[in-house]
């Protein structure tokens, strides 16, 4: 069995082609977006500022094969985003990701002197 790591991806993007209805939808919908909804999960988080209601982001957490890589769990990340947002009827473009890998990550403690 291989090992598995856990990163937080965020995946980055555009709106397009955005019909009246999904418009008026997402600007109904903003106050549940913004940054208090931002939160790590398998099943995403969407956040975007109404005005201009341009550029979103979906924040997910991925558990996959750490011999995948980032790469893998960036592409996992994007497929789950363009499933939501096609699910929910949002016309999207030019999505990136940003990983980073629990597993690896270095945490750096304040010494005793410093706090």
Aim: avoid cysteine; charge should be negative.
């Amino acid at each position: 069995m291989s090992e598995q790591h856990t990163y937080r991806v965020i995946v980055r993007g555009t709106w397009d082609g955005l019909t009246e209805e999904a418009r008026a939808r997402l600007l109904a919908e903003a106050a549940d977006h913004g940054m208090a909804s931002m939160r790590f999960s398998e099943e995403g988080s969407l956040s975007y500022e109404p005005a201009p209601l341009k550029h979103f982001s979906m924040r997910y957490v991925v558990v996959s094969d750490a011999a995948d890589g980032e790469e893998m769990a960036g592409a996992i990340a994007e497929d789950r985003a363009e499933t939501a947002l096609r699910g929910l009827g949002y016309g999207f473009r030019d999505l990136k990701s940003t990983v980073t890998d629990l597993d690896t990550m270095k945490i750096n403690r304040k010494s005793a002197s410093r706090r």
